[in-house]
């Protein structure tokens, strides 16, 4: 066995507190860092090649775009991208790091993002970063923002300047995740607000966030942006529900 000190502290502490994968509850190696198994880590999908060019949703057979993007109206978000598909182990992940606080897995994420980023050239002219807000009361309940903490770890190693406090949350609205799409639009209008114009005016901004579903809140957010001046706005977010 390896005898340096941090070795040493890593192997006691799954000792007492054993490391386990945070979708399928194998125990983990002690010196592995890594939260899930390899097996689970080995299942993360990444967003398919054949995908909605504007909005990443992935498409079952050919064409450029989803059906949403062909009828629609035009959008305040230009492009939107994700690393992975919320399949069954990134969605283990994202509930751990969001409902069991586990703050620590920021850095995981956010790096595999970051392995991710370059196969999106599209997103290269969008170099400020900002987080999709959380209201001030449910930052408070879960202790941080996991938009913020991924928004501050991806920026560095992608090449991004991150904007802070851009944008805030005026409204507490209710969770997205039971609603229709309808219903989401409706929910989250008017929620957002603009704090600092100056560092928006004339940039293209990249909005930070972990799951996108309906592009509900993003679109919300980025007619906020172009509203107050931004050149244009996509989206990069960890995974994409279809
Ligand atoms: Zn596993
Ligand atoms: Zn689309």
Redesign the pocket.
């Known amino acids: 066995m390896d005898l340096d000190p941090g070795s040493i502290g890593k192997y006691l502490l799954n000792v007492v507190l054993p490391a386990t994968c945070a979708h399928c509850g194998l125990d983990l190696h002690y010196l592995d860092d890594a939260p899930l198994c390899p097996a689970c880590s080995g299942g993360l999908e990444p967003l398919p090649a054949l995908r909605?060019e504007?909005?990443?949703?992935p498409l079952d057979s050919g064409g450029r775009?989803?059906r949403?993007?062909r009828g629609g109206a035009p959008r305040s978000l230009a492009l939107a991208r994700s690393a992975f598909v919320f399949n069954p182990q990134l969605r283990s992940l994202v509930h751990a790091f969001k409902y069991r606080a586990r703050e620590d897995l920021a850095a995981f994420l956010a790096e595999k993002m970051a392995s991710a980023f370059p196969a999106f050239p599209e997103l290269a002219p969008y170099t400020f970063a900002a987080a999709v807000p959380l209201h001030p009361a449910k930052r408070r309940e879960r202790g941080f923002n996991q938009a913020e903490l991924l928004a501050a770890a991806l920026a560095p190693s992608c090449g991004l300047f991150h904007l802070e406090g851009a944008a805030g949350r005026t409204r507490n609205t209710k969770s997205q995740t039971t609603l229709s799409k309808e219903k989401r639009r409706s929910n989250i209008a008017g929620a957002f607000a603009i704090i600092k114009p100056e560092l928006v005016k004339g940039r293209n901004i990249l909005l930070v966030d972990d799951v996108a579903t309906t592009l509900a809140t993003l679109e919300e957010l980025a007619s906020e942006f172009k509203k107050a001046g931004a050149r244009s706005v996509a989206a990069y977010t960890l995974a994409r529900e279809p």
Do not use: E, I, Y
């Open positions: 909605c504007a909005c990443g949703l775009s989803c949403d993007c």
